[in-house]
């Protein structure tokens, strides 16, 4: 299949294009590099656009003529959702029904999304599963579920074949493609966690007292090239007309300080860390069910956290570090 990738400069739509190739699959990028990198989709067609601008998106499909989009194109930081919610409800809302027309107009029937464990909220129960009670506490999951709903309600009147992917947390590195999570200011754990180690600086744990094994949250924290390989399975079984959400995570929750540990470990030297506060917004656990990727895509997940350190450290080592340039 012809995808067009939006957000395929980044971190989890790079690997995922460079996945589907793999594949056997052709991926063209959309992507506006406001924080994405050239570096991260040499040798494939670039379109340089912001989803918002519909004149941009239309030539992309005119262009490559795609049969399916992944979109990965969005605004990710929650606490900057808390205090610039207009932005997040532009390019995540806004932007995304703009794509919608667009793959309308043009034709385009089979989208893969980009959706994320803040749907959910703060869950009552977990292992989460996809028919939980959807309460975002912030604006991101809000955008997130926004869009979700504006799928369901296409996939009749357009007969959009669909699937809502919601990541766990995102983590590791393809350094076999050169690829791995680099951004500016970075504020997901395991690159904070490797950045303290290689700077031999501590980081800020963000919560000691919570009602948890060891008083730190729990995650469930997924390798990006089972989140990219979900996205192939997903892609190859779309149906016109027919909808679905998945949850893509391990089923198994970790705490920060075992994070901690797990690093290292793996890294050989010990990870220093100060107790901080708890960082507002943060659920205590949040830990997936992943029963239905599993029946519906055949999907398991086979890296561990181990491998995913791994893999983010034979990526730094390959480029020398994880600040962005
Ligand atoms: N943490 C620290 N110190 C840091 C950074 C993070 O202790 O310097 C802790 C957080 O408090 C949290 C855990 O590490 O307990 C993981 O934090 P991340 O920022 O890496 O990830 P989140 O769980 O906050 O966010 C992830 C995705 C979001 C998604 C969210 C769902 O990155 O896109 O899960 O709630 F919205």
């Known amino acids: 299949m012809k995808v067009l990738v939006t957000g395929g400069a980044g971190f989890i739509g790079s690997v995922t294009a460079r996945a589907l190739e793999a594949g056997g699959h052709e991926a063209g990028i959309f992507d506006d590099f406001s924080t994405g990198h ?53 390019v995540n809302v806004i932007g995304s029904l703009r794509l919608l027309e667009a793959m309308r107009t043009a034709g ?21 599963a996809e028919d939980a009670p959807q309460n975002p506490i912030s604006p991101y999951g809000r955008t997130k579920k926004h869009f979700e709903e504006a799928l369901e309600d296409a996939r009749p009147a357009d007969g959009l074949g669909y699937a ?21 200011p970075e504020t997901h754990l395991l690159p904070i966690v490797m950045r303290a180690a290689l700077a031999g600086k501590p980081f800020t744990v963000c919560g000691t007292d919570y009602a948890t094994r060891d008083g730190t949250c729990v995650r469930d924290y997924v390798d990006v090239r089972d989140l990219a390989d979900a996205h192939v399975r997903a892609l190859e079984r779309l149906k016109p007309g027919v909808g679905n959400s998945y949850n893509l995570g391990t089923e198994r929750g970790t705490t920060v300080r075992e994070v901690v ?24 656990e949040l830990v997936a069910s992943c029963s239905k990727a599993r029946e519906e895509l055949g999907w398991t997940p086979a890296r561990s956290l181990e491998d995913s350190v791994r893999a983010v450290a034979e990526f730094v080592r390959s480029r020398g570090g994880l600040e962005a340039r």
């Open 164 to 184: 809502s992917l919601r990541y766990f947390n995102a983590c590791g590195a393809a350094p076999e493609w050169g690829l791995g999570e680099v951004r500016e």
């Open 38 to 90: 050239e570096w991260a989709c040499r040798g494939r067609r670039v379109y340089r656009g912001d989803i918002r601008d519909r004149g941009a998106l239309d030539r992309a499909f005119a262009d490559m003529r795609p049969d399916a989009v992944l979109h990965f194109a969005g605004k990710i930081i929650v606490p900057e959702s808390v205090t610039n919610p207009g932005l997040y409800y532009d």
């Open 261 to 284: 540990a797990v690093a290292g470990r793996v890294l050989g030297r010990p990870v220093a860390f100060v107790e901080g506060p708890r960082r507002p917004g943060d659920p205590p």
């Open 108 to 128: 385009c029937r089979r989208i893969v999304f980009s959706s994320s464990a803040a749907v959910y909220g703060t869950p009552e129960r977990t292992p989460i």
